[in-house]
């Protein structure tokens, strides 16, 4: 029944809400019938002691019986309450008045009170209770109690009765305003309560739907983003997600492409060969040529296989670099060595500029001299034949900087953002010029950025390319 957000939101939210408003409810309701008994009792404690005055008026004979009459009538009939004057004889009280709301004056027998009722209100202090005084009434009433005071002395008490059923119909208006309140703050709570809920549901919702598209294999879809809160935020990382899984999905399917490609090449030239050697197809003074070619595709192959190897273990992390101090400048001499027949191949001219005899840098030297080795094969192969080939290192705020640089035909500048890439080769376009894998740059790329170093390259086109990267110099 609960299993969507949406539900859930909603009923946690509406409970949480009925319960604050019954709370609320409860709280005024409770504090507005403490605060109507206070406002009650002090008014009739004000009536009463207004009423002692009128009546020492009326013992000094200043006013007349009718007078008196006359204000207690309005006191009675405005608050619906009886009014009690009794004046003490010795232990024994005479009830004189008694004023109703039906406006009713009665000349009472003697009525005894009982030291409990009235000891309070003669030694000056105010009484105020709830119940039926002493049985005197057949319901609850507020009693409030006040000395009668003549010519400064106590002389007997006022007491003021009002039914509490006349303050209860004055809560129950209000409580019935209140809980008309509660109810109206309910119903407007739901309405927001629904469309809240499903402002944040639905965009989770969607969320979930395009999720399961995507894990079936669409990668088009997408989240539309409508606000700019924590789900907003949320859409928006989602999407930028989504469009790395596509990415990532159309690397994957050119990946496997490019592999399929690169592979089935040179195993077809191997088997063509080696077919054509057995079948006798192939003069057999030629034999040994074709066996060369067909070696030298295997080669390629193994090259391939094994930079394919190495791209992997190192985005994945398994490619721990071992850090050592050595000299840059040594390794470049020694991997110039290694190369020395190609570079005589195509005459070639190289132009060494070092930092200083020695240029002590801190790197993994297995990885870095993989990086030189691509940079320098990369500038041997697309040289032009008797070009230069600068190689310089340098210093600067902490770092060691060293460009390889060729004269070849450069390239083009809409192609420079793509040459990181697996299997991306410029010389695709272009013949005459000897193939590669298109995983040598990538390798390079990958290795400096484990290096946390940088490398870029500069090329024009006609002009030749230079390729720069850096290495924290041993301090």
């Not at 005071?149 to 003021?160: E, H, N, S, T, V």
């Not at 791209?311 to 850090?323: K, T, W």
């Not at 070092?354 to 192969?381: M, P």
């Not at 640089?405 to 697996?422: L, V, Y």
Request: neutral net charge; glycine residues 6%; hydrophobic residues 40%.
């Amino acid at each position: 029944m609960f299993r969507s957000l949406f539900s859930r939101l909603m009923v946690t939210y509406f409970v949480i809400m009925l319960i604050t408003l019954i709370t609320l409810g409860l709280f005024l309701s409770n504090a507005l019938q403490k605060y109507t008994l206070k406002a009650t009792e002090e008014e009739l404690i004000r009536e009463a002691k207004e009423l002692n005055r009128h009546y020492e008026l009326y013992d000094k004979g200043w006013v007349s019986r009718e007078y008196l009459q006359l204000i207690s009538h309005g006191i009675t009939r405005y608050e619906k309450t009886s009014i009690w004057v009794v004046r003490v004889v010795g232990d024994i009280g005479l009830l004189q008045f008694q004023y109703t709301p039906q406006g009713a004056e009665e000349e009472m027998e003697v009525t005894p009170f009982s030291k409990d009722e009235i000891i309070n209100v003669l030694k000056g202090n105010m009484i105020k209770n709830i119940g039926k005084f002493g049985e005197r009434f057949s319901v609850p009433v507020l009693t409030i109690g006040v000395p009668l005071r003549l010519d400064q002395q106590i002389k007997g008490a006022i007491f003021f009765h009002t039914p509490v059923e006349e303050i209860d119909l004055i809560l129950y208006r209000l409580y019935g305003d209140i809980w008309k309140a509660v109810l109206f703050s309910a119903v407007l709570s739901v309405v927001l309560l629904y469309w809240i809920s499903r402002r944040i549901s639905k965009p989770l919702s969607h969320m979930n739907e395009v999720s399961r598209e995507i894990a079936n294999g669409n990668y088009s879809r997408r989240v539309k983003v409508v606000n700019r809160d924590e789900t907003g935020q949320l859409a928006v990382s989602f999407n930028a997600m989504a469009d790395s899984l596509e990415r990532l999905e159309d690397m994957r399917r050119s990946f496997v492409a490019n592999v399929s490609h690169e592979l089935r090449s040179p195993l077809t030239s191997m088997r063509g060969y080696i077919q054509g050697t057995l079948d006798g197809t192939f003069n057999p003074k030629e034999q040994k040529k074709y066996l060369s070619i067909a070696l030298e595709e295997t080669q390629r192959l193994n090259k391939l296989i094994n930079e394919l190897l190495d791209l992997s273990q190192i985005e994945s992390g398994q490619f721990p670099l071992n850090y050592t101090d050595f000299d840059i400048n040594e390794q470049i001499r020694q991997l110039l060595i290694t190369q020395e027949e190609k570079i005589s191949a195509k005459g070639m001219d190289i132009k060494v500029d070092f930092q200083g005899d020695k240029c002590l840098v801190r790197a993994d030297i297995d990885r870095i001299q993989q990086v030189i080795i691509n940079l320098l094969d990369n500038a041997i192969k697309f040289n032009r034949q008797g070009g230069d080939l600068h190689i310089r290192t340098w210093k600067s705020r902490g770092k060691v900087f060293v460009r390889i640089q060729d004269q070849g035909p450069g390239i083009p500048t809409d192609e420079i953002k793509n040459i990181w890439e697996r299997f991306y080769q410029v010389e695709k376009s272009r013949s005459g010029l000897e193939r590669g894998t298109g995983l040598g740059l990538s390798i390079v790329k990958k290795i400096i950025d484990e290096h946390q170093q940088r490398i870029w390259v500069h090329s024009r086109e006609g002009q030749g390319t230079a390729f720069i990267f850096s290495l924290d110099a041993k301090l």
